[in-house]
């Protein structure tokens, strides 16, 4: 028994020297023996946080993969005025007669509408892919009314003066006016006042797509457009002694233009970093043809007043109807201010000038020409 064990001992004791001597003759310069530990429930990996682009991209990440998808959506308020090609409220003819009516000299003078600058409203709401493709649908309101017109002529006209004063001719009317009034007479105060509207309802719905090269994002849409167009037009005259004490007449004028079309419409936006503080500009345009139907109707009453006789009164209905296109332009540039929040989320708010036209949009008064906008916006949009 000690034998053996003896041999154990031995043989311990030669395997030790073996595992020296090959420690010992490692070459110089040899890196040491990695140890590798086993691997426990309590181990941790890190990442890095995932490139959602510069700090100041609106959609930051869209278009890059991995930055996943996401929700967009805003309210721009547009501080806007119409402009029309023509839009007139009433017309004013003053005639000068010679003594002996021997010549006679005319001065015509034209009173347009005249909107002031109003706030209305424009939002969207759109979602985006993770490879940079979305959809969006954006809605925008106009509704303002015109500052009134009123022409007032409470005394005589001088002698020798003749005075003629109407409303524009509408889709087939011949409008509404006081008549002629002659100077020197007993005289013939009257009272005209003109009013008119627009209201516009535009929908659009589009497909996206987002590219990013260098510090700037470039963003195209394509789809369609709809737009109603409804526009007014009101009058109201009143005349008294006519031909002698007593006698008057009134008249009332009532019309609207209207516009119901879609079509199809395309967009573009590009925006620039300035630094990385969080400032940038951008600019986009938009160009849409819309198809629809052209209407506009109206009616006049005019009542005639003469002591000893029945009241007169007259009524006309009116309406024009056609088929219409209109052309479509927008254009706004401006500057903005966007951060990140969190690693998924952005915000950003815009200052800009907004320009519009359409073309064969019409007016109140007229079924064609131009309509224009130009006015300033304030936005404020999200992602997420």
């Known amino acids: 028994m000690k034998k053996e064990f003896a041999i154990v001992l031995i043989a311990l004791g030669l395997s030790c020297r073996v595992a020296s001597a090959q420690t010992s003759s490692a070459p110089p ?53 119409p402009y029309f090609e023509s839009n007139p409220a009433l017309t004013t003819r003053v005639f000068t007669n010679s003594t002996d009516f021997a010549f006679q000299n005319s001065n015509s003078a034209q009173t347009n509408f005249d909107y002031p600058y109003t706030v209305n409203p424009r939002v969207w709401l759109g979602y985006v892919m993770d490879c940079g493709v979305g959809l969006r649908v954006g809605w925008w309101h106009f509704e303002q009314a015109s500052t009134s017109q009123t022409l007032s002529q409470p005394t005589a006209l001088p002698a ?31 009272t005209l006042a003109v009013t008119s509207d627009l209201t516009l309802d535009v929908w659009d719905l589009e497909a996206t797509a987002v590219y990013h090269a260098g510090g700037c994002i470039v963003e195209g849409s394509a ?21 002698a004490a007593g006698t008057g007449q009134s008249g009332t004028l009532i019309a609207s233009h209207n516009f119901n079309g879609a079509g199809p419409t395309l967009a573009t936006e590009v925006r620039h970093a300035l630094g990385d503080m969080g400032l940038g500009v951008y600019a986009n345009a938009r160009a849409a043809i819309l198809f629809g139907d052209s209407y506009a109707s109206g009616f006049d009453v005019v009542t005639t007043t003469t002591p000893g006789f029945a009241t007169a009164r007259t009524a006309d209905t009116f309406r024009s109807d056609h088929l219409g296109v209109i052309g479509v332009g927008e254009c706004e540039i401006g500057v903005e201010y966007s951060r990140k929040i969190g690693d998924s989320a952005s915000a950003f708010v815009r200052a800009g000038i907004d320009g519009q036209i359409w073309l064969g949009a019409g007016s109140a008064t007229s079924q064609n020409g131009a309509l224009g906008f130009f006015g300033y916006t304030v936005t404020l949009g999200v992602n997420y």
């Open 223 to 243: 789809g369609i457009r709809y737009a109603h167009i409804a526009q007014s037009f009101g009058a109201f005259s009143a005349e008294s002694n006519l031909t």
């Open 160 to 190: 020798g003066t003749t005075l003629s004063t109407s409303t524009p001719s509408l889709y087939g009317n011949n409008g509404l006016g006081i008549g002629t009034e002659i100077g020197g007479t007993t005289g013939t105060p009257y």
């Open 29 to 81: 310069g040899s890196p040491p023996p990695q140890t590798v530990p086993f691997p426990t429930d309590a181990a941790q990996t890190w990442h890095d946080a995932p490139d959602h682009g510069a700090p100041w991209a609106f959609g930051a990440g869209n278009g890059e993969a991995g930055s996943g998808g996401h929700f967009e959506g805003g309210f721009e308020a547009l501080i806007i005025r």
